[in-house]
Structures are given as C-alpha cells and as structure tokens.
C-alpha cells in the first residue's frame, strides 16, 4: 500500500493551502482517512479524519478553518485549510485505516508534506 501526498508549501499568514492523499495498492476499504502533523520536539497529533461514512472530527485548533472531504471510489483525501496561522507550520502526514486485500487490517502513514506559514 502506498500513500502519496501532495499540496504543501510555504503561505502567507491568512492565506490557504489545500493538501492531498492518493491510497493505491492492496486495498480491500479504507475505514478512517486522515490528517496528523508533527513539529520537531513535539509528538504527532491529529489534525482531522473522515470516515468512509463521511462522519468527521476535527482538533479544536483548525475548527471552521480546516475542512476534510474523501471520495472513496478513489481512495484520496483531502484538507482544505484556510485562514493558517504561523502556528499550522508543520510536517503533515496522511494516514489511513482499512483492510487490505487478504483481509487484514492495515494502519499507513504517508512520507509527509511540509507547510510552512511565514511571512
């Protein structure tokens, strides 16, 4: 299974950046997709996830800034985040929950993606 991301970079203050997650490989159904990010000497925390239901949860630091959506037909997820602040800098890392083809359950992290909010 594979995870590729894309979409980071560096913005403005104020300004937004929209991330996305491709899954390929030995899926059989991806029950989570999600968003973590890491800062160097911090631990990884959740930043959003979405169900294949379409049920959500987001950190109280990105709600009404950040929005998750995933089609499931194509295994990708994406974040829309507007309004960054200097404190999103951050590594961000897709991950995903599901079944793979022999039926067992896998858990994926993607590589990362660096954002980078600065002016």
């Known amino acids: 299974v594979e995870l590729v991301e894309s979409g980071g970079g560096l913005v403005q203050p104020g300004g937004s950046l929209r991330l996305s997650c491709a899954a390929s490989g030995s899926i059989y159904s991806i029950n989570v997709m999600g968003w973590y990010r890491q800062v160097p000497g911090k631990e990884r925390e959740l930043v959003a996830t979405?169900?294949?239901?379409?049920?959500?949860v987001y950190a109280d630091s990105v709600k009404g800034r950040f929005t998750i959506s995933r089609v499931n037909a194509d295994n990708t997820v994406q974040m829309q985040m507007n309004s960054l602040k200097v404190e999103d800098t951050a590594v961000y890392y897709c991950?995903?929950?599901?079944?793979?083809?022999?039926?067992?359950?896998?858990?994926?992290w993607g590589k990362g993606t660096l954002v980078t909010v600065s002016s």
């Open positions: 991950r995903i929950i599901g079944v793979d083809l022999l039926r067992r359950g896998m858990n994926y």
């Open positions: 979405v169900t294949s239901g379409g049920s959500t």
